[in-house]
Structure formats: structure tokens, C-alpha cells
């Protein structure tokens, strides 16, 4: 279990829904502004922030798709070829999210392209070019039903107010 009282699960389920002004926050909290930014920097200091960001929106932007790619590394003897393809994924900007994964691929990546013909370059130039590379295999998003960033933070408040098992 965290180590967040009630009033900081409020802070966070707040925060992570919409930019609030520091004082925004506090009026909703029914606190004073000076000790909410004291919480919300201890929050940060203490690692249930990792960052702030402004999440925009890819298609306004020309990224017409996002692919979701499986990846399977080759097994070669003498070569780490898992840790060569992890940093070559992690400094690839069209590689949005890179994933280890259980199953019969080893990695997930989320990929966007402006266009099907500028994702099939990518996957024909790039992404069979990564070290290790054995097996892909593209799936494409045709329709978004949720893509959300929030986590469930209602599940650890009804669990705090309950108390320990």
C-alpha cells in the first residue's frame, strides 16, 4: 500500500485529470496555497510525480496513425542484442512507448506515423534495421474507445479508508 493520506490521493486524482493552479487546488482542498505547494513539491520529492506534461492531441498534430508493434528479439550467443534494441528503440522519437512484454514477443512498442505510407518506410527502414530484430508484427489503431493517463486513484482511497487487511 502507498504511503499517501486521503487529502494527497485528492491532490493527485485533481492534478492528474487537469491543470490546476496552485491556488485552484488549495480552494478545492480547502486549504491555504503555502503548505498545498509544500505537499505538492514532497509529493514530487518523494516520487508519486515523475513529471507535468500537456498531452497533445497527435492527430491535430498529422500523426495519423499509431501502430502498436510486437517485436522478437533473436537469441544470439555472445551478443545482447535485448539491450542494443533497447537503447535504439528508446532513442527513436517515432517510438512513443517501448515495452517489455510476456507472451510470444518479447517487446511492445507504440509507433505513430504521419500516413500508412510513411509508417511502412519506417517499418521497412527502421524499425526491421533495429539490432536484434527477428519477428514484427504491426497492428494498427482504427478507433479510440479510452487512451486515458489517469490511474484508478479511487481504488487506493477506498482501500486507506478501509484500513490495513
Known amino acids: ?11 493527485l486524482a485533481i492534478i492528474q485529470d487537469e491543470h490546476v493552479t496552485n491556488v485552484e487546488l488549495a480552494e478545492r482542498l480547502g486549504m491555504a496555497p503555502s503548505p498545498c505547494l509544500r505537499r505538492m513539491k514532497a509529493l514530487k520529492e518523494r516520487g508519486f510525480i515523475e513529471k507535468t506534461v500537456s498531452i497533445l492531441n497527435r492527430k ?13 528479439i533473436a537469441q544470439i550467443a555472445g551478443r545482447t542484442a535485448d539491450e542494443e534494441f533497447r537503447r535504439a528503440a528508446a532513442a527513436e522519437p517515432a517510438i512513443i512507448g517501448c515495452y517489455v512484454i510476456a507472451g510470444q514477443f518479447d517487446f511492445l512498442l507504440k509507433v505513430v506515423a504521419t500516413s500508412i505510407d510513411a509508417y511502412a518506410l519506417f517499418a521497412r527502414k527502421v524499425l526491421v534495421r533495429m539490432p536484434g530484430v527477428a519477428d514484427m508484427r504491426s497492428s494498427f489503431v482504427l478507433e479510440t474507445i479510452k487512451d486515458s493517463t ?3 486513484l479511487d481504488i487506493l482511497r477506498r482501500q486507506l479508508k478501509r484500513g490495513p487487511a
Open 1 to 11: 500500500m502507498t504511503e499517501l493520506s486521503l487529502n494527497e490521493l485528492k491532490m
Open 60 to 72: 491535430q498534430l498529422g500523426f495519423e496513425i499509431l501502430a502498436e508493434v510486437e517485436i522478437k
Open 150 to 152: 489517469a490511474l484508478p
